[in-house]
Each structure stands twice: as structure tokens, then as C-alpha cells.
């Protein structure tokens, strides 16, 4: 029987493999693989810097009504 796993660990993820036998009705540690992965898991991005927002342009008064077009 064979069992393979992994630990994900940053920056380098663990892989093993352990290999069991049976020996008198009973499983067996056999072998043992440990290997170092790739750079995966990758961590997530660090989110962008946030700007500081645009300062709104406040009027003094209520909202000015849309003028009417001149009758015809």
C-alpha cells in the first residue's frame, strides 16, 4: 500500500510518499519518501497601495433645477 501527501508549506511545499507491506496480518512502514516541491503553495498577493481619495467638490447650496427650454 502506498500513501503520498503533502505539507503546503511557504516557500517550499513538502511531498511524501510512504510505502507500507503487510508482514503478519499487520501494515508495515516499508519506505519513506520526503522530496521538497516547486514554489507551490504561493502565497496571495499583497493587496495594492490604497490612494487617498480625491477631495469632492462641496456646494454651499441645494443642487441647481435644470433650466426649462424657451417656448416656441
Known sequence: MRMAGFFPSV???????????PVNGQWRLFGL??????????P????????APAPSA???????????APPR
Open 58 to 68: 462641496k456646494s454651499g447650496g441645494p443642487a441647481a433645477a435644470p433650466k426649462a
Open 33 to 42: 519518501s520526503v522530496n521538497l516541491g516547486s514554489s507551490a503553495p504561493v
Open 11 to 21: 516557500p517550499t511545499q513538502v511531498n511524501f510518499e510512504l510505502a507500507y507491506a
Open 44 to 51: 496571495p498577493p499583497a493587496p495594492p497601495p490604497r490612494a
